[in-house]
């Protein structure tokens, strides 16, 4: 992996102004991946925008950590059900228009 596709932690934390252990502690709930490399901690560049949807429900809206995991898997359930839906409706379009 390049490290184009990384961001620091720590540079992460000081522009975002949040703790590291609010980090470490998404990884632990595996709401994160976290990337070691050269004795530092990265994260996707790719997982930007699931964390700052993390940091607003627990800083704005004060959400424990347990309950930005439920919440999150919710989300993403609500997401997949979603692309099903729209899936299904295209299907059933493509039917009606035989």
């Known amino acids: 992996m390049e490290v ?3 961001i620091s932690i720590t540079t ?3 522009h ?3 703790p590291v252990t ?3 502690d998404l990884q632990d709930y595996e709401l994160i991946e976290i990337v070691v490399s050269d004795d530092d901690n990265y994260i996707k560049t ?3 925008n699931e964390l700052e949807k993390l940091m607003r429900l627990h800083f704005d809206l004060h959400i424990n950590l347990e309950g ?3 919440v999150y898997n919710l989300l993403e359930r609500v997401e997949n059900l ?3 839906v729209i899936s299904l409706q295209n299907t059933l379009r493509l039917y ?3």
């Open 4 to 6: 184009t596709d990384l």
């Open 12 to 14: 992460f934390c000081t």
């Open 16 to 18: 975002y102004n949040v």
């Open 22 to 24: 609010f980090i470490n």
């Open 46 to 48: 790719t997982q930007l």
């Open 68 to 70: 930005l995991d439920a």
């Open 82 to 84: 979603q692309s099903e």
């Open 96 to 98: 009606e228009d035989l």
